[in-house]
Nanobody, 115 residues
Framework: QVQLMESGGGLVQPGGSLRLSCAAS????????MGWYRQVPGNQREMVAV???????DYADVVKGRFTIAKESGKNSVYLQMNSLSPEDTGTYYC?????????WGQGTQVTVSS
């Protein structure tokens, strides 16, 4: 069974940075894509950033220029570097991976941006 394990969430002040990491129980090269989604209570889960194998990453307009998704060097994981955080970035961040027709989700990690 494929498992995705997020880490790196927490409380940060506006303007600060956080780095989320998503490790997989299988080699991530098997996935067609890996990405991060965000959900706040009462809203649908929305795409934040997606990394495609052999493709250009895709970002939500609201995070372009501030967030970066990439494979962690030497590790079987993908990270999301988040800079210039604002309260609007608050939410539960979920790691997602797709392997053919199969979708996998992590348990989620909370990010709170507040002074």
């Amino acid at each position: 069974q494929v498992q995705l394990m997020e880490s790196g969430g927490g409380l940060v002040q506006p303007g600060g940075s956080l780095r989320l990491s998503c490790a997989a129980s299988i080699t991530i090269s098997r996935f067609d894509e890996m990405g991060w989604y965000r959900q706040v209570p009462g809203n649908q889960r929305e795409m934040v950033a997606v990394r495609y194998v052999g493709g250009i990453p895709d970002y939500a307009d609201v995070v372009k220029g501030r967030f970066t998704i990439a494979k962690e060097s030497g590790k079987n994981s993908v990270y999301l570097q988040m800079n210039s955080l604002s309260p609007e970035d608050t939410g539960t961040y979920y790691c997602h991976a797709r392997d053919g027709g199969n979708d996998y989700w992590g348990q989620g990690t909370q990010v709170t941006v507040s002074s």
